[in-house]
């Protein structure tokens, strides 16, 4: 299973992003899809989780600004990021707890894709 993220750049504050991870290879069904982020010199948090039954959950430092939603036609997960401000330049990952066999749950990370927030 690979997880292929985009969707990156660089914006000015108050900009918007819009982070797309798609999940390709021997897929039964995925449980939860998340995007993380690592800024430089810390550690890297979740930012957004979205269930397959369409709940989700957001960091407070993100809540009202960014949305997770995902498609599971396609496996993709999105991240909408509205209203962007410098704190919120990282590498963002997408990762998600894929049932590749049933009952068989194995955790996948993408390779990450830079956002700079900076004018």
Known sequence: ??????????????GSLRLSCAASGSIFSINVMTWYRQAPGKKRELVASVYS??????????????TISRDNARNTVYLQMN???????AVYYCNADTEVLPGVIVNYWGQGTQVTVSS
């Open 1 to 14: 299973v690979q997880l292929q993220a985009s969707g990156g750049g660089l914006v000015q504050p108050g």
């Open 53 to 66: 039954g369409g709940s989700t959950n957001y960091s407070d430092s993100v809540k009202g600004r960014f």
């Open 83 to 89: 209203n962007l401000k410098p704190e919120d330049t």
